[in-house]
């Protein structure tokens, strides 16, 4: 009996050293995976005056706030594991200060209901729904965010302004924020490097970042982010990235059904028929485990429809404007699709607001992941596949390009019109499925090069101020307050449908 214990011993003993070999193999073949497009296409960026090709690969400083994760942080986000409902960002969400106007009462919110019975809310100064969050203030959270006072991703950022400093603010959705995993978003990166240029340069300016980014928001919501967050520390830019959540193909197709978010009328904290919402075990797992990635998009290959191409699509129309000239499309008018007209809408309130401030609006084109034809891998780019052909699913894939590439068109077009610079990230990033995580999204090495993109465009404009004397401003004392606030948690159980 005690060798049969023995040789069990030996076996678990064994699957489990090969279980951890096959774990650091395949991480170092993820991160080779990653960095090796960094390397391919990093000379195929032109280096804007005075940039060394070397400042790439620097880190941004240690984040001096980050700090350990309360214990009870970790176990709210094991509550959030033990519901099952994990889709989407919800164990991010357990970090966030919701606005109160938008939760209302949780158990009636379709999405909030789905919480393990804590959150935390703050009360909008104006009293409005939007932002329908800001992230919680000082903070480090179990998924990695680290915020400053503000709630902004980042290191701390003095109210006052101090002499000879250059303040840049970036303003956008996920693509802004970045990952929470990742150790540091684009800004923090060509804030880092800002600060080598003008080293090198021996300028005497340091230049701060705001990272005012967060995941699911509309230009709507930054309208509000902008003037109640991010002006009263009176930045000298703000960078605009954005064009995904109000990127709706249904605008021009209005047969074609919504892709539904939350399937049935329960909570997702009380799934129909009894059964746990959200994954599997496996599906959580795959957050920890790099070798459990690559499993389930190894087995998950044989179930896709087409392999790595585009998936079988019903047809459709699209319902043109009348007139309309798609390669230089009249920008003032009310019937662009895609909700163009509310985002310029928007884009004229923020560079309104910003010029009361002294601050300019710089505008990006967005970059998507998307090429009529174009075939992926079906194991690498798994995720990829699935964003695209189940977010966008109704859509075949020269529809989202061409409309992706109208969008930017306007983009373009709106800087023109208003004198503002204009960074064209979507023709200069490369177009490499090896940077992304979706067709938006990018790996934390598409992440850096996306941030030297906007290095590149940003240093001639820091520089023509600069020359001009405009910068660095002398800026008075502050009238207002910072735009500090004290989130407040609630506790709450749902009980029926929501």
Same mark, same amino acid.
């Given at each position: 009996?005690?060798?049969?214990?023995?040789?069990?011993?030996?076996?678990?003993?064994?699957?489990?050293?090969?279980?951890?070999?096959?774990?650091?193999?395949?991480?170092?073949?993820?991160?080779?995976? #990653?960095?090796?497009?960094?390397?391919?296409?990093?000379?195929?960026?032109?280096?804007?005056?005075?940039?060394?090709?070397?400042?790439?690969?620097?880190?941004?400083?240690?984040?001096?706030?980050?700090?350990?994760?309360?214990?009870?942080?970790?176990?709210?986000?094991?509550?959030?594991?033990?519901?099952?409902?994990?889709?989407?960002?919800?164990?991010?969400?357990?970090?966030?200060?919701?606005?109160?106007?938008?939760?209302?009462?949780?158990?009636?919110?379709?999405?909030?209901?789905?919480?393990?019975?804590?959150?935390?809310?703050?009360?909008?100064?104006?009293?409005?729904?939007?932002?329908?969050?800001?992230?919680?203030?000082?903070?480090?959270?179990?998924?990695?965010?680290?915020?400053?006072?503000?709630?902004?991703?980042?290191?701390?950022?003095?109210? #006052?302004?101090?002499?000879?400093?250059?303040?840049?603010?970036?303003?956008?959705?996920?693509?802004?924020?970045?990952?929470?995993?990742?150790?540091?978003?684009?800004?923090?990166?060509?804030?880092?490097?800002?600060?080598?240029?003008?080293?090198?340069?021996?300028?005497?300016?340091?230049?701060?970042?705001?990272?005012?980014?967060?995941?699911?928001?509309?230009?709507?919501?930054?309208?509000?982010?902008?003037?109640?967050?991010?002006?009263?520390?009176?930045?000298?830019?703000?960078?605009?990235?954005?064009?995904?959540?109000?990127?709706?193909?249904?605008?021009?197709?209005?047969?074609?059904?919504?892709?539904?978010?939350?399937?049935?009328?329960?909570?997702?904290?009380?799934?129909?028929?009894?059964?746990?919402?959200?994954?599997?075990?496996?599906?959580?797992?795959?957050?920890?485990?790099?070798?459990?990635?690559?499993?389930?998009?190894?087995?998950?290959?044989?179930?896709?429809?087409?392999?790595?191409?585009?998936?079988?699509?019903?047809?459709?129309?699209?319902?043109?404007?009348?007139?309309?000239?798609?390669?230089?499309?009249?920008?003032?008018?009310?019937?662009?699709?895609?909700?163009?007209?509310?985002?310029?809408?928007?884009?004229?309130?923020?560079?309104?607001?910003?010029?009361?401030?002294?601050?300019?609006?710089?505008?990006?084109?967005?970059?998507?992941?998307?090429?009529?034809?174009?075939?992926?891998?079906?194991?690498?780019?798994?995720?990829?596949?699935?964003?695209?052909?189940?977010?966008?699913?109704?859509?075949?894939?020269?529809?989202?390009?061409?409309?992706?590439?109208?969008?930017?068109?306007?983009?373009?077009?709106?800087?023109?019109?208003?004198?503002?610079?204009?960074?064209?990230?979507?023709?200069?990033?490369?177009?490499?499925?090896?940077?992304?995580?979706?067709?938006?999204?990018?790996?934390? #090495?598409?992440?850096?090069?996306? #941030?030297?993109?906007?290095?590149?465009?940003?240093?001639?404009?820091?520089?023509?101020?600069?020359?001009?004397?405009?910068?660095?401003?002398?800026?008075?004392?502050?009238?207002?307050?910072?735009?500090?606030?004290?989130?407040?948690?609630?506790?709450?159980?749902?009980?029926?449908?929501?």
């Amino acid at each position: 009996m005690g060798r049969l214990w023995l040789n069990i011993l030996l076996v678990l003993v064994s699957v489990a050293v090969c279980t951890v070999a096959a774990e650091f193999v395949v991480r170092q073949l993820d991160a080779d995976a #990653a960095n090796g497009p960094m390397g391919r296409h990093l000379d195929e960026i032109a280096l804007a005056p005075g940039v060394d090709r070397a400042w790439f690969f620097a880190d941004p400083p240690p984040l001096p706030n980050r700090k350990a994760i309360p214990q009870e942080w970790l176990d709210l986000v094991q509550k959030v594991e033990q519901s099952g409902v994990t889709d989407g960002t919800r164990r991010a969400d357990m970090f966030k200060a919701w606005n109160a106007n938008f939760v209302g009462d949780p158990c009636r919110h379709a999405y909030l209901c789905g919480a393990p019975g804590h959150l935390y809310l703050y009360d909008p100064p104006s009293g409005e729904a939007r932002p329908p969050y800001r992230f919680l203030p000082n903070a480090t959270t179990p998924i990695g965010l680290v915020t400053n006072e503000y709630g902004f991703r980042g290191p701390p950022v003095p109210f #006052a302004r101090q002499p000879r400093t250059v303040r840049i603010a970036f303003v956008g959705a996920s693509t802004t924020v970045g990952n929470h995993y990742f150790p540091y978003s684009y800004p923090e990166f060509v804030g880092n490097w800002l600060n080598m240029w003008a080293a090198s340069r021996k300028l005497g300016v340091t230049f701060e970042i705001l990272n005012a980014g967060r995941e699911s928001i509309t230009s709507s919501d930054n309208v509000v982010v902008v003037r109640d967050e991010v002006l009263p520390l009176r930045p000298d830019l703000l960078v605009y990235y954005e064009g995904a959540n109000q990127f709706d193909l249904r605008t021009m197709t209005p047969n074609v059904p919504s892709v539904a978010r939350i399937a049935g009328d329960h909570c997702p904290a009380q799934p129909a028929a009894g059964g746990a919402a959200g994954g599997t075990w496996l599906d959580d797992l795959k957050y920890e485990s790099a070798l459990v990635r690559r499993m389930q998009a190894l087995f998950g290959a044989r179930n896709l429809p087409e392999g790595g191409r585009e998936w079988p699509k019903k047809d459709y129309t699209l319902a043109w404007p009348n007139g309309l000239d798609e390669r230089d499309p009249d920008i003032t008018r009310a019937d662009l699709p895609v909700n163009l007209p509310t985002i310029l809408r928007d884009l004229d309130t923020i560079r309104t607001a910003g010029g009361t401030v002294g601050a300019e609006l710089v505008l990006a084109s967005f970059f998507w992941l998307v090429k009529d034809g174009m075939q992926l891998d079906p194991i690498r780019h798994r995720s990829i596949l699935d964003h695209i052909n189940q977010n966008y699913g109704p859509f075949h894939y020269r529809d989202i390009e061409r409309m992706a590439a109208f969008q930017n068109r306007v983009f373009a077009k709106y800087a023109r019109a208003h004198d503002l610079a204009f960074i064209d990230v979507a023709g200069l990033m490369p177009f490499d499925p090896d940077l992304f995580v979706d067709a938006i999204h990018n790996s934390y #090495a598409g992440e850096r090069l996306r #941030a030297w993109v906007f290095l590149q465009g940003l240093v001639p404009i820091v520089e023509r101020h600069l020359k001009s004397g405009a910068w660095p401003r002398k800026i008075e004392a502050a009238k207002k307050p910072p735009p500090v606030f004290k989130p407040r948690p609630i506790t709450f159980v749902c009980t029926g449908k929501s």
